[in-house]
């Protein structure tokens, strides 16, 4: 068995370079102690799902990793590989456009709303976006917590029109 572990990241940015911000991100992620990236998905470009009409579109992947971090340090990280590339939280407009986003979607099969942190993602299970890059990585992936489930199910459910297809 492998050590850490496993969790799921999802990538996402729409201001800027978005191919470049997407690479250093994965890059700042791989440079983090206690962070081992084992897969990255395809690139999708997706249109901005949300509140906040006229951006340009978003450019997201789905990072599988394995962390010897708590859910809150890996939190923690991942705002510092955000802030790194150029995204103030202090001034990020819910679904409004961002220079990147790095989301922490499952980190094993923990389940909790603790200090800042919902895991799995509340929101994971109605992004395709999410999903489908999350599925290419791994066919047998599940989504922890009472939302959750196998990620194929989820995914079909989602095609089907049983869930809604959101953005943070």
């Known amino acids: 068995m492998r050590p850490g572990t496993p969790a799921v ?6 201001l800027g370079d978005r191919a470049a911000t997407l690479r250093a991100a994965v890059g700042a992620l791989e440079a983090t102690d ?7 998905s ?5 249109a901005p799902v949300g509140t906040v009409p006229d951006q340009p579109d978003f450019l997201n992947a789905v990072v599988l990793a394995r962390t010897d971090l ?21 001034t990020k407009v819910p679904d ?7 989301d922490v ?5 923990v389940v909790l709303d603790a200090d800042g942190l919902v895991l799995p993602h509340p929101r994971a299970h109605e992004r395709d976006f999410v999903l489908g890059p999350w599925l290419e990585l791994d066919p047998d992936a599940v989504l922890p917590g009472p939302r959750g489930g196998r990620v194929a199910d989820l ?4 095609h089907a029109g049983d869930e ?3 953005r943070p």
């Open 9 to 14: 990241l999802a990538l996402g940015a729409n």
């Open 34 to 40: 206690g962070i081992t990236v084992e897969a990255v």
């Open 42 to 46: 395809t690139v999708l470009e997706t």
């Open 70 to 90: 708590t859910p809150h340090a890996l939190l923690a990280a991942a705002h510092a590989v955000e802030a790194a590339l150029g995204l103030d939280r202090s």
């Open 96 to 102: 409004g456009p961002r220079p990147v986003d790095v």
């Open 105 to 109: 979607i499952a980190v094993g099969d």
């Open 155 to 158: 995914l079909r459910r989602l």
């Open 164 to 166: 809604r297809d959101g």
